[in-house]
């Protein structure tokens, strides 16, 4: 997902070194403004809108007085590059990855600081770490160190932007993975540090030992063909890095790519693992200029303009017609028919799609869409052949300089603005809402300004010493027990009351006798009188 290149001339030989002024009115020439489509909720456009994707790119209005350069989508965040070599980072902060020192995200770009004063030139986001390149020939690298992939020699994970001291004065580009980082020397060499797994660090095993350390912590040179080293003319002018593969361009128009190969994205034919830099061959005739590595897939770039695709074709983002592996992919490199008769300038492989900026100033994109990553107004879920957003096609002050794919999201480079009035409206709406917000939270201090003074909150029984406690639990348990004695006393009283008492005595007591009384003194009555009638009849033989 991440690409760099080194400019060189015909003769192969690297720049001169630049200054910052040099720099700067470098990127004066090329500044524009950025446009964002995609998801949103994790913050990696810098636009707050409310979790909600962006179906149609949008004007990032952080950056309307100062040009952007240069872009680049991670999977979960972005970094922007100003024209006065100023860097901006949004999106997910997992690891430190967006340099501000912490961890926590950021829905809305924030600068990012060194420590010391530095133009940066280029800047490369991973699924998990970042890497920037200063005028000066530094690179610094934070984010994710687990696996050594920030190339200081350790394994720790960095929440600011650290120097790589071993190669101070020496790189010229960077280019990170996943997991892995390659790296561009000022003599067009690359090197490589990070997770080795699979090969995708394209480094042999040291001698003596029969494989390569799972972890590379240092930057080491990956090596290359006898006569390719000896050969002026054959230096390395571009790294890219994917998931779990990697590739290099040569300045004679080769092409070389290394790592896992499962869904055939190193375009050998074959789905096998490459553990060192393997020649391209399918290719062979065909001079190239760049190429660009995604998720699974990697998109090749000749100096005529020329498209061709390879690896995983899921979502479409190969951009093939149906048949041609549009769906099911391809291990070899096959040329993308939408784009026949059309130069190409620049592409970019992201996680799921793919984006391709043409000679005249348009973009087209194919591959997932579910986010609205394509800026298709959410027409299609995905894409199998290559499209243009409607926003972006062939309108006024619609010129694209470059373009970013990300996990979910895109970034493009507008050089003019492509609707002012529309994106002043999305501008206008975005004020209102942050003044809608501060209204709220205003009525809301006013209420609890109305209900009186606040009153101090209690204190945890944590912050309470052992004796307060027990104070507390003895006055706890003689209130218990005084309710306790209050509620049988009354108890009591209301028995005593009616005859429920000790001695009996009572008005409910004295009317319950009575009653007794006058429902059994009949029946006795009565019975007596019948004994005595009966003796009195009686013989003395009955007796």
């Known amino acids: 997902m991440a690409t760099a290149f080194l400019g060189a001339d015909r003769r192969g030989a690297p720049p001169t070194p630049a200054t910052a002024p040099k720099a700067a009115g470098q990127a004066a020439k090329a500044e524009g403004f950025a446009y964002c489509a995609g998801a949103t909720k994790h913050g990696a456009v810098g636009l707050p809108h409310a979790g909600e994707p962006l179906t149609a790119p949008r004007l990032q209005t952080r950056f309307m007085n100062e040009g952007v350069v240069q872009v680049s989508c991670g999977w979960r965040h972005s970094a922007y590059v100003l024209s006065s070599g100023e860097v901006y980072t949004c999106g ?24 010391a004063e530095l133009f940066v030139m280029h800047v490369s986001c991973g699924q998990h770490h970042t890497a920037f390149v200063g005028a000066d020939r530094t690179v610094w690298t934070c984010g994710l160190g687990l696996y050594g992939q920030l190339g200081h020699g350790g394994l720790a994970s960095e929440a600011s932007p650290r120097c790589v001291a071993s190669l101070r004065g020496r790189v010229v580009a960077a280019a990170c993975g996943d997991l892995h980082t390659l790296l561009l020397s000022d003599e067009g060499r690359p090197l490589a540090c990070g997770m080795s797994e699979g090969g995708r660090l ?30 002026e003319a054959f230096r390395v002018s571009g790294v890219s890095c994917g998931g779990a593969h990697a590739g290099l361009t040569y300045s004679d128009g080769s092409a070389y790519t290394f790592g896992h190969g499962e869904r055939g994205q190193l375009g050998h034919g074959s789905t096998l693992n490459e553990p ?25 770039l000749s100096v005529t303009g020329g498209v061709y695709a390879c690896g995983s074709g899921g979502s479409g983002r190969l951009g093939l017609a149906i048949g041609l592996g549009g769906r099911e992919g391809c291990t070899v490199p096959r040329q993308v028919p939408g784009l026949s008769g059309t130069v190409v300038v620049q592409v970019s492989a992201g996680a799921f799609h793919s984006s391709f900026v043409t000679e005249d100033g348009s973009v087209l994109l194919c591959g997932a869409n579910e986010n609205g990553q394509l800026g298709l107004n959410g027409t299609t879920m995905v894409a199998t052949a290559v499209t243009a957003p409607p926003k972006l096609w062939r309108q006024r002050g619609a010129v694209v300089l470059g373009a970013s794919c990300g996990g979910e999201h895109t970034i493009f480079v507008t050089k003019a603005l492509v609707d002012p009035e529309d994106d002043a409206r999305a501008d206008e709406h975005e004020a209102a809402a942050k003044i809608v917000q501060r209204l709220v939270r205003g009525s809301t201090t006013r209420k609890e300004i109305a209900a009186g003074p606040r009153r101090p909150k209690p204190q945890l029984p944590g912050k309470y010493t052992e004796a307060e406690r027990i104070a507390a639990a003895v006055a706890i348990q003689s209130v218990a027990r005084s309710r306790a004695v209050r509620r049988r006393r009354a108890a009591e009283a209301r028995r005593a009351a009616f005859g429920g008492g000790p001695g009996g005595a009572g008005v409910w007591s004295g009317l319950r006798n009575r009653f007794v009384a006058a429902i059994t003194a009949k029946p006795i009555a009565e019975a007596a009188a019948q004994e005595k009638s009966r003796h009195a009849t009686m013989s003395k033989s009955d007796w």
């Open 276 to 300: 060192l830099p393997r020649k391209v061959s399918e290719l062979q005739g065909t001079r190239l200029k760049r190429l660009s590595c995604g998720a699974q897939h990697t998109l090749f």
């Open 202 to 231: 394209g480094l042999p095993a040291p001698k003596g030992q029969k494989r390569l350390e799972p972890c590379v912590t240092t930057p080491r040179d990956v090596p290359l063909h006898g006569v390719l080293a000896a050969a």
């Open 92 to 115: 997910e902060g997992t690891d430190g990855k967006l340099g501000s020192g912490e961890t926590a995200s950021s829905p809305e770009p924030q600068p990012v600081s060194f420590g």
